[in-house]
């Protein structure tokens, strides 16, 4: 795989810089964190073809609120639950878009599907991704994994 963390970041912080104005920061491996209870919001899109996965991005209600509030340029009381997941989901798009270009020849990702945490693919709870990051913005946190699925035989 070609794709490292840093370049990751790269593109996370880029894309949340460019559309909704959110300086996304890195938070070191093994640093503590207090987001435990949060109600997060996960955007999955799968991978296959030359080898089966996915890129997982999962943030905190509040900074998916707070980037749809800057996209539609309402109060964040006034905004629904779609506008807040179609906000997540068009940020996640834009991503995949970008790593797409890291990932090897004949893997493609699919549109991603906002989610709650409860709905995540069982893979996703059950195997330790390859790359997983952790960034926050205003101390509302925002993870990416990437997942590379084992060929069974």
């Known amino acids: 795989m070609s794709v490292n963390d840093n370049d990751l970041f790269d593109i996370v912080r880029s894309v949340w ?8 920061e890195r938070i070191p491996d093994g640093a503590p964190r207090d987001d435990i209870n949060s109600e997060f919001l996960c955007a ?3 991978a296959s073809g030359a080898w089966n996965g996915g890129l997982l991005l999962s943030c905190q ?10 996209m539609y340029e309402v109060d964040d009381g006034m905004l629904g639950e779609d506008a807040v997941h179609d906000t997540f989901g068009e940020l996640a798009n834009m991503i995949a878009g970008s790593t797409k270009v ?4 004949g893997v ?11 709905e995540l693919p069982e893979a996703c709870l059950s195997t330790w991704p390859q790359l997983n990051i952790a960034t ?5 946190m925002l993870y990416v994994s990437l997942f590379r699925w084992e060929e069974e035989d």
């Open 17 to 24: 810089s460019t559309v909704v104005s959110l300086d996304l």
């Open 136 to 140: 926050h913005n205003d101390e509302q």
């Open 102 to 105: 890291l990932l090897p020849a």
């Open 61 to 70: 209600e509040s900074l998916a609120r707070e980037a749809a509030s800057i």
């Open 44 to 46: 999955w899109m799968e």
């Open 108 to 118: 493609t990702l699919e549109q991603p599907m906002v989610l709650e945490e409860a």
